[in-house]
């Protein structure tokens, strides 16, 4: 496999060019990596042209990129055509947290890999042996669980499955250290690490919301302050959106039993198109995305 200076992979594919997408391609991007986003149509993948070159525009603006945006922007394609991935080292899959959706989209993309390639799902919740399990080449796959807004965050979850190859999963440790994050190794389980504890405490804090206990600003102030941490429960839920954390929550109550299960104010905020700050309305008021 072809790596860059940094250790990064030489050429990274991602698939899907939304919110996530772009910010997994911004990263790579960053860290000298030919980066291609394929997208379901040429509207899309103008789209996530935007996204991505707008976040590279900001990262030169602050200081926090080593090449010049000509420069980054020169490495960077995007496509419609999943063969356009033929070149890659390692391909990310980053579409919406669906499983039909990501098996099409896994089982499309390892066909026209390289064998020697690796293939990744973002996945935030889904069993990744459940998803290897259709694959040709389980032991080329993994888990590279990024979180949101991806700039800011410092955090990538590796999902090492049954069958991964362990030298992957080092090799995966690189990469992430390559693009300037941390990277933890956790076994396949539902929710992994990150998904379980956090979709726990969301769900916890929209009950408590839907009880009456407290507002959404006083429940949030309560471990934002009080636990220290970055962000309260609820803020955080209409960041990653709340029809994200309806699915993963639908997930794990399915696998890990009534704990899990939605608070009904959370599906009847989803009915009504209410989905935090990519609609401007959530638990709290966004400006206009």
């Not at 994200?244 to 198109?273: K, Q």
């Amino acid at each position: 496999m072809n790596e860059t200076d940094t250790g990064a992979p030489a050429d990274v594919g991602v698939l899907g060019g939304g919110r996530m997408g772009a910010g997994i391609a911004h990263a790579f991007l960053l860290a000298g990596s030919r980066v291609t986003v394929v997208e379901r149509d040429a509207e899309a993948a103008a789209a996530a042209s935007t996204r991505v070159l707008d976040s590279v525009a900001a990262s030169v603006a602050r200081g926090t990129a080593d090449d010049d945006e000509a420069a980054i922007a020169a490495r960077f394609a995007t496509s419609t055509e999943v063969a356009d991935f033929a070149r890659c080292d390692l391909v990310v899959e980053a579409v919406p947290e669906d499983l039909e959706l990501k098996i099409d989209a896994l089982t499309r993309v390892e066909a026209v890999l390289a064998p020697g390639a690796a293939l990744a799902s973002n996945t935030s919740s889904i069993s990744i042996d459940q998803l290897a399990a259709l694959l040709d080449r389980p032991s080329r796959f993994l888990g590279l669980h990024f979180f949101n807004p991806v700039p800011a965050s410092t955090l990538v979850e590796i999902v090492r499955g049954d069958v991964t190859d362990s030298p992957l999963v080092e090799q995966a440790r690189g990469w992430v250290h390559a693009i300037g994050k941390t990277p933890i190794v956790v076994a396949d389980a539902p929710g992994f690490a990150s998904s379980r504890l956090g979709v726990a405490l969301g769900l916890e804090a929209i009950r408590m919301l839907e009880d009456g206990v407290a507002s959404a600003e006083d429940i949030d102030a309560a471990m934002s302050l009080g636990y220290k941490h970055p962000i309260g429960p609820l803020r955080l839920t209409d960041i990653v959106g709340l029809d994200v954390r309806l699915g993963i929550a639908e997930y794990l109550s399915s696998t890990l039993g009534e704990r899990f299960a939605p608070p009904a104010l959370l599906r009847r905020m989803v009915a009504e198109g209410k989905l935090g700050r990519k609609t401007g309305e959530g638990f709290y008021l966004w400006d206009a995305p």
